[in-house]
């Protein structure tokens, strides 16, 4: 935990959980779209700042790369999902939920940053943190808002009673149909709300929704290794890309993507590669 006088600006400010994720097959891997969102801005370029639950330092190691920086509140226990298989498809389960993150644990030094990112992943970001800043872009992936869970812990789409405090404050909106349980009504009643708003669809590509109008864009066709944290790199990039250009299309665009080749490699390996990124963003959008 930094303390608050060595606190460094940064240029985007990510708040959410980090999460332990258990795949089947025993496979378990640092996650949370904290974690993806913020290699992501990383690599294209900028000065993160992660706002997170946490117990050791250790348990943000694939984050311990120059530029990066992690502060928020110490818990016993980490957000952790699980993967389950089972006849009608994958399913994803609770199994616990770190402490809620509120509008002091953003550090004063991070409240200018250009681009803040509040990523949710279990309903732990305070609404109210959104005040934290009164400038720049804001950008809202509120999956985790979207998400309620039995008494086992199986993962549905749930209400967002919030949703008419943020939205009007934010800049952009990413999140996928899954979130939205496929209600394309509720996508309508969204678009409505806020001046941006993406709508992931997986291999389909993503639609946008903008000034009254619907654009999509297809994804590139690629071999799917694995899809965990596609949408949090989407959503980094197409934040970035939409402060840098002011260019809904042109963010779509390079979000897809780079998004796309995220599937090729499994967990935090598909965050994009420097190579990567000077490809796609060398490449002119299509009109």
């Known amino acids: 935990m930094m303390e608050p006088h060595a606190v460094p600006p940064v240029d985007y400010v990510v708040v959410g959980h980090l999460s332990w994720d258990k795949h089947p097959h025993g496979v378990a891997r640092l996650g949370g779209t904290a974690a993806y969102a913020a290699l992501t801005a990383r690599r294209l370029g900028l000065r993160v700042g992660v706002v997170t639950a946490y117990r050791h330092a250790h348990d943000w190691a694939p984050l311990d790369v120059d530029g990066v920086f992690v502060t928020g509140v110490e818990s016993p226990t980490l957000t952790t999902f699980v993967l389950d298989e089972t006849p009608a498809g994958r399913t994803l389960r609770v199994e616990q939920v770190g402490p809620r993150l509120h509008l002091h644990h953003v550090p004063q030094p991070w409240r200018t940053a250009a681009i803040a990112h509040l990523a949710p992943i279990a309903q732990e970001v305070e609404p109210t943190v959104v005040q934290a800043f009164p400038r720049g872009l804001i950008g809202l992936t509120p999956q985790g808002w979207l998400r309620e869970w039995d008494e086992h812990g199986v993962v549905r789409p749930g209400p967002w009673p919030e949703a008419e405090y943020l939205l009007p404050r934010a800049g952009a909106v990413v999140l996928s149909e899954e979130d939205l349980g496929h209600d394309e009504a509720q996508v309508a009643r969204l678009a409505r709300q806020t001046p941006v708003l993406v709508v992931t669809r997986g291999a389909a590509g993503a639609d946008l929704y903008w000034q009254g109008r619907v654009y999509h864009h297809d994804a590139p066709q690629v071999e799917v290794v694995d899809p965990t944290g596609a949408g949090d790199i989407f959503a980094a990039v197409f934040f970035v890309r939409l402060y840098w250009t002011r260019d809904p299309l042109d963010a779509l665009a390079r979000a897809t993507g780079l998004a796309a080749r ?16 000077a490809a796609v963003l060398a490449v002119p959008r299509r009109a």
Do not use: C, F, K
């Open 262 to 277: 995220s599937v090729t490699r499994p967990g935090l390996a598909g965050v994009p590669t420097e190579e990567e990124v």
